[in-house]
């Protein structure tokens, strides 16, 4: 038995990749998803921001955030 080798294996690794990746761009798509809905937002005019519910102040605060968050 002492001649046996400890030989590392690359599947937690590779799984690891994997699940990094797919985190990626599951944050990539909800940066995008975010930036496209403050677009449509921009693009409202008085009497829809209101059918909403939405002040000018609340949209304006939320146009200046940065599509990360």
């Given at each position: 038995m002492n001649n046996l080798l400890d030989i590392p294996t690359s599947v937690p690794r590779s799984k690891d990749r994997l699940i990094w990746a797919r985190r990626l761009a599951k944050s990539l798509a909800n940066s995008l998803e975010r930036a496209r809905t403050r677009r449509l937002l921009a693009?409202?005019?008085?009497?829809?921001?209101?059918?909403?519910?939405?002040?000018?102040?609340d949209r304006h605060q939320e146009l200046d955030k940065p599509f990360w968050r």
């Open positions: 693009q409202l005019n008085d009497r829809q921001l209101s059918d909403v519910g939405i002040t000018h102040s």
